[in-house]
């Protein structure tokens, strides 16, 4: 050997090649660990996607925003100078705590006497009534110098309510309702669940309060209906609304519910601050009773009320209650200082439920509903229904889900399909998912334009015999096409899934309603589906495939 030059005898690989291919490797591959299964997920050219038959191509998951607009910054009591003010604060505390007693007794007896006899609840309270409630709103007052805020600290002035029948504020804690019930003594829109609470459930109804069911469309439309009439009228109050429909943190603003703009009147919007520093006032994963608690604990609690320029309706042209409501929410944020984002009331609901549940990361499962609605159209309504399935999946502390226990809240054996179904919604090939994954991957599958006329489609090719209903076999055999090694126990599984009540057989109204609340299962079906099926008389479908 010359020159350096390699003959035939040399190996091949020699030791220092070895190691140099090996630092210069390119491709990892991660092997998940799933009841006693590993699983290689197969290269990408190979997953083919199970729901192309409706037209996805494939999911694509938004990154999760590094915000929580729930969050209260001081939810535990931290430090020697807290502990050291609780201690000197007891006596003070307990002095309060009786002073809030006696305030909200005895705005209650006079509201009791206001609404004594009073039945004409649909025309403006007479004056007399009015005046009695007076000795309420200074009692609210009183309340409100219990809990520490001795002074508060105003800029602006109320605008004249024949200019700006309604005002909207940001919600961070309880103490605004109290706070405008006081300085305003408007009509509110509120919760229906409010007027069950004892005592301030009474004063609530003093206020000619507009309740409003907000997962019930006839309801919120009756409320919007009740804010013009309300509005419209000089004899009313002015109404108040809390557009984000829950309390934040007060660093962020979420999204507006558009019940205050469809009317189109003019609106002063109201900014509420509460500077701290030890102590944060804000009702965000913080129990009341806590949050009541330390309040009564604090030298002074420290509260700024801004009232902005009143917001008018474009005149000169036609404008959305969206455009409206976008013109005011960045008025408020650009007087606050602070982000934007789209977070909605869904979003603290699925907070709540995933801390009930006890997960390390329950700020992951906030998805921000706003958006999802608008480009998905998923309700919060829907999006608390899919929580509630992934949560029964068994999700480990940090919110994955493992393959296995898909497959069983599902009733999916191991095989191809379910895999492929599987791999669709684990968008990042871990072998686990997310309930950011799973509900962005069902929102997408139902948000298709062909989703509800195939699960219809798909009934009526269950249903060969034209009776209405499917059996149980009937069931197997339009399934099997597409998992062809599952034993009669997992059709039993399928069909108990989908036997919605129990009846022993499945109507059309079982099946949609399956396949509404399990939308990843219509995958079962696309065999059956991709012959050419032309039109059905009774159902007035069309080719779908």
Same mark, same amino acid.
């Given at each position: 050997?010359?020159?350096?030059?390699?003959?035939? %005898?040399?190996?091949?690989?020699?030791?220092?090649?070895?190691?140099?291919?090996?630092?210069?490797?390119?491709?990892?591959?991660?092997?998940? &660990?799933?009841?006693?299964?590993?699983?290689?997920?197969?290269?990408?050219?190979?997953?083919?996607?199970?729901?192309?038959?409706?037209?996805?191509?494939?999911?694509?998951?938004?990154?999760?925003?590094?915000?929580?607009?729930?969050?209260?910054?001081?939810?535990?009591?931290?430090?020697?100078?807290?502990?050291?003010?609780? /201690?000197?604060?007891?006596?003070?505390?307990?002095?309060?705590?009786?002073?809030?007693?006696?305030?909200?007794?005895?705005?209650?007896?006079?509201?009791?006497?206001?609404?004594?006899?009073?039945?004409?609840?649909?025309?403006?309270?007479?004056?007399?009534?009015?005046?009695?409630?007076?000795?309420?709103?200074?009692?609210?007052?009183? /309340?409100?110098?219990?809990?520490?805020?001795?002074?508060?600290? $105003?800029?602006?002035?109320?605008?004249?309510?024949? /200019?700006?029948? !309604?005002?909207?504020?940001?919600?961070?804690?309880?103490?605004?309702? /109290?706070?405008?019930?006081?300085?305003?003594?408007?009509?509110?829109?509120?919760?229906?669940?409010?007027?069950?609470?004892?005592?301030?459930?009474?004063?609530?109804?003093?206020? @000619?309060?507009?309740?409003?069911?907000?997962?019930?469309?006839?309801?919120?439309?009756?409320?919007? *209906?009740?804010?013009?009439?309300?509005?419209?009228?000089?004899?009313?109050?002015?109404?108040?609304?809390?557009?984000?429909?829950?309390?934040? *943190?007060?660093?962020?603003?979420?999204?507006?519910?558009?019940?205050?703009?469809?009317? =189109?009147?003019?609106?002063?919007?109201?900014?509420?601050?509460?500077?701290?520093?030890?102590?944060?006032?804000?009702?965000?994963?913080?129990?009341?009773?806590?949050?009541?608690?330390?309040?009564?604990?604090?030298?002074?609690?420290?509260?700024?009320?801004?009232?902005?320029?009143?917001?008018?309706?474009?005149?000169?042209?036609?404008?959305?209650?969206?455009?409206?409501?976008?013109?005011?929410?960045?008025? !408020?944020?650009?007087?606050?200082?602070?982000?934007?984002?789209?977070? &909605?009331?869904?979003?603290?609901?699925?907070?709540?439920?995933?801390?009930?549940?006890? @997960?390390?990361?329950?700020?992951?499962?906030?998805?921000?509903?706003?958006?999802?609605?608008?480009?998905?159209?998923?309700?919060?309504?829907?999006?608390?229904?899919?929580?509630?399935?992934?949560?029964?999946? *068994?999700?480990?502390?940090?919110?994955?889900? %493992?393959?296995?226990?898909?497959?069983?809240?599902? $009733?999916?054996?191991?095989?191809?399909?379910?895999?492929? !179904?599987?791999?669709?919604?684990?968008?990042? #090939?871990? =072998?686990?998912?997310?309930?950011?994954?799973?509900?962005?991957?069902?929102?997408?599958?139902? #948000?298709?334009?062909?989703?509800?006329?195939?699960?219809?489609?798909?009934?009526?090719?269950?249903?060969?015999?034209?009776?209405?209903?499917?059996? #149980?076999?009937?069931? =197997? +055999?339009?399934?099997?096409?597409?998992?062809?090694?599952?034993?009669?126990?997992?059709?039993?599984?399928?069909?108990?899934?989908?036997?919605?009540?129990?009846?022993?057989?499945?109507?059309?109204?079982?099946?949609?309603?399956?396949?509404?609340?399990?939308?990843?299962?219509?995958?079962?079906?696309?065999?059956?589906?991709?012959?050419?099926?032309?039109? !059905?008389? +009774?159902?007035?479908?069309?080719?779908?495939?």
């Amino acid at each position: 050997m010359a020159g350096g030059e390699e003959d035939l %005898k040399s190996p091949l690989l020699v030791q220092d090649r070895l190691r140099r291919s090996s630092d210069e490797a390119n491709v990892i591959i991660d092997i998940q &660990s799933n009841g006693g299964h590993y699983i290689q997920p197969p290269p990408d050219h190979e997953l083919e996607n199970p729901f192309d038959f409706l037209g996805v191509n494939s999911l694509i998951v938004p990154k999760p925003s590094p915000i929580d607009p729930f969050r209260n910054n001081t939810p535990y009591i931290e430090g020697v100078y807290e502990w050291l003010k609780i /201690i000197i604060c007891i006596p003070l505390a307990l002095i309060r705590l009786i002073l809030f007693g006696l305030s909200l007794a005895v705005g209650f007896i006079f509201t009791k006497f206001a609404l004594y006899g009073w039945k004409d609840k649909q025309n403006p309270m007479p004056k007399w009534r009015c005046r009695v409630l007076a000795v309420t709103r200074l009692c609210s007052r009183t /309340i409100l110098f219990s809990f520490g805020y001795h002074w508060i600290r $105003r800029k602006g002035k109320p605008a004249p309510r024949e /200019i700006a029948p !309604i005002v909207v504020s940001n919600h961070v804690s309880y103490i605004e309702p /109290i706070f405008f019930f006081y300085e305003l003594f408007p009509t509110m829109v509120a919760a229906e669940s409010h007027d069950s609470l004892p005592f301030v459930g009474t004063i609530i109804r003093a206020m @000619q309060v507009i309740y409003v069911n907000r997962f019930s469309a006839p309801s919120r439309k009756h409320a919007v *209906n009740e804010i013009k009439r309300k509005a419209s009228c000089n004899r009313f109050p002015r109404v108040l609304l809390f557009p984000e429909g829950t309390t934040t *943190n007060g660093r962020v603003l979420i999204s507006f519910q558009l019940g205050a703009f469809i009317p =189109g009147y003019p609106i002063q919007p109201v900014v509420i601050r509460y500077p701290h520093v030890h102590f944060d006032q804000s009702w965000g994963n913080i129990s009341l009773a806590k949050l009541m608690f330390r309040m009564f604990l604090q030298f002074h609690n420290f509260m700024e009320v801004e009232y902005l320029p009143v917001v008018m309706p474009l005149e000169n042209q036609k404008e959305s209650a969206t455009h409206f409501a976008e013109r005011t929410r960045y008025a !408020i944020a650009n007087a606050l200082n602070v982000v934007q984002t789209s977070h &909605s009331y869904g979003d603290s609901i699925l907070l709540t439920k995933a801390s009930e549940a006890m @997960q390390e990361k329950a700020s992951s499962y906030m998805v921000e509903l706003a958006r999802v609605d608008t480009s998905l159209n998923m309700s919060t309504l829907e999006a608390v229904e899919f929580q509630e399935k992934f949560l029964s999946m *068994n999700p480990d502390p940090s919110g994955r889900v %493992k393959i296995h226990d898909f497959f069983r809240v599902l $009733r999916l054996p191991f095989c191809p399909l379910s895999e492929k !179904i599987f791999a669709f919604i684990d968008v990042e #090939k871990r =072998g686990t998912i997310t309930f950011r994954q799973f509900l962005f991957g069902v929102a997408l599958i139902m #948000k298709q334009p062909l989703f509800w006329r195939t699960c219809e489609l798909a009934f009526v090719v269950c249903d060969s015999r034209g009776f209405g209903y499917i059996t #149980k076999q009937q069931l =197997g +055999d339009s399934i099997r096409p597409a998992m062809p090694d599952m034993s009669n126990e997992q059709v039993d599984e399928l069909f108990n899934l989908f036997d919605t009540d129990g009846d022993g057989s499945i109507s059309k109204d079982d099946f949609t309603t399956c396949l509404r609340k399990n939308p990843l299962l219509v995958a079962l079906f696309s065999p059956g589906l991709s012959r050419d099926l032309t039109e !059905i008389s +009774d159902g007035g479908l069309v080719e779908v495939v």
